[in-house]
């Protein structure tokens, strides 16, 4: 998927800017490097994706954090549908089975309801038998992200 754009797109002579989000930026050594695609039959936000020993809460299993930020990344992508860079204002996360490590995993992320700049959006997790593991609701509240992130935007290199 593309990189994230905040707010304008880059000019021909300009360098992309660099993407560290820890869950899916692919400028980020450290991070999870999560890439999502729309999927226009599910009207969602998809990634597939394994999660090894590193994520370990539970033995075996996934700490409650990393699915809470899966599922937040999964939730903030539904934001591109309107083309606009909105932040997470609330989030409940619903811990459903545990979430295990080295197995296909899915997450998709959907649209609820939109009113003004406030977006509501959904996120599940899911195992390779379409059961759900952890879902989450989100709202999400639009910003100027020029205004509000303008002096990191300049010093990307």
Do not use: W
């Amino acid at each position: 998927m593309e990189k994230q754009s905040l707010g304008r797109d880059h000019r021909p002579d300009e360098q992309p800017r660099k993407n560290y989000c820890f869950a899916c930026g692919e400028d980020n050594p450290n991070g999870m490097h999560l890439k999502f695609s729309y999927d226009e039959e599910r009207n969602a936000f998809v990634c597939h994706f394994r999660l090894d020993e590193r994520y370990t809460g539970p033995p075996g299993h996934c700490h409650g954090g990393i699915i809470a930020t899966i599922l937040d990344d999964a939730m903030g992508k539904v934001n591109k549908l309107r083309n606009v860079v909105a932040l997470t204002s609330q989030m409940t996360v619903d811990y459903l089975r545990p979430v295990p490590l080295n197995e296909p995993l899915r997450v998709e992320g959907r649209e609820l309801s939109v009113e003004g700049r406030q977006h509501l959006n959904v996120a599940e997790i899911l195992n390779d038998k379409n059961e759900v593991l952890a879902r989450s609701q989100g709202k999400f509240i639009t910003i100027d992200a020029e205004r509000m992130f303008a002096k990191y935007i300049g010093n990307q290199k």
